[in-house]
């Protein structure tokens, strides 16, 4: 929470921040290790994962600028959405896919990431409700005090549920659609922005800060929020060009083909 530095909480980012080092490090040599196989794989993938994990261990470890709670929500941002949008696109599981064996460990996960419960577990809506309506009761109820050590590792693990909900970049089981997905992200990001604007006006409830740092916060919320859900709009537009370029593609050759038979 806010303003809190409690020794557990600082072990518990200690420990995502170490998880986040390893993860980049197994994501490095996985993709090193699909190269020297001859499969291709963008080094833009490793450099977004790279960044992403980079940026969740600066957030967590680092000093970030402002009073503490504008450095609080510098590390929401980071470690709530950038990092998480940043890793997803770097398509973790598409890689442990393709590197692992055929059959043993690959198909066991292939098969989790493929559930009927991991379906309802990435419809957009309830990823969205776990992610944007844990942060209306972090910041606008009792638990804003509560200064809980596993709060932090909520909040990552609901912006990496709601990215890839959205995204839905790496093979699932059900793709909800570009409509399912868009007004989500839609509903998400006007909650977010209702949010920022109440810590604008009023503080979390037991929380003090100066008016100044209090509002400079809620701005670097509210702003930071936008820029993160742009990006994630652009990549649902990526997604839905591709798309229709392709239908338009099928289309053109099949209209080819019957001109070609006439």
Do not use: N
């Amino acid at each position: 929470m806010p303003g809190a530095h409690h020794p557990q909480v600082a072990l518990v980012e200690w420990v995502i921040a170490a998880g986040a080092a390893a993860a980049v490090t197994a994501y490095l040599l996985a993709a090193a290790r699909l190269r020297r196989r001859g499969d291709a794989w963008p080094v833009l993938r490793d450099l977004s994962f790279l960044a992403g994990g980079g940026a969740l261990v600066w957030a967590l470890l680092g000093h970030l600028p402002g009073g503490p709670f504008t450095a609080h929500m510098a590390q929401h941002l980071v470690v709530a959405m950038a990092a998480p949008l940043s890793l997803v696109l770097g398509r973790p599981l598409t890689l442990l896919l393709r590197v692992l064996p055929p059959r043993g460990t690959r198909r066991t996960l292939l098969a989790a990431a493929r559930a009927r419960p991991v379906r309802w577990l990435l419809f957009p809506p309830a990823a969205a409700v776990l992610d944007v309506g844990g942060l209306w009761l972090l910041y606008r109820t009792p638990l804003a005090a509560s200064h809980h050590p596993l709060a932090q590792v909520h909040v990552l693990l609901a912006g990496l549920l709601f990215t890839f909900a959205i995204c839905q970049l790496d093979p699932v089981r059900h793709r909800w659609s570009l409509a399912w997905r868009g007004l989500t992200l839609l509903g998400a990001g006007a909650a977010h922005a209702v949010l920022a604007k109440s810590l604008y006006a009023a503080p979390p409830p037991g929380a003090v800060y100066a008016a100044t740092d209090l509002h400079t916060g809620s701005q670097l919320m509210y702003y930071g929020g936008d820029l993160v859900e742009l990006a994630l709009a652009a990549v649902l537009a990526t997604q839905w060009y591709r798309a229709t370029g392709r239908v338009l593609r099928r289309s053109t050759m099949a209209t080819r083909r019957t001109v070609s038979a006439e």
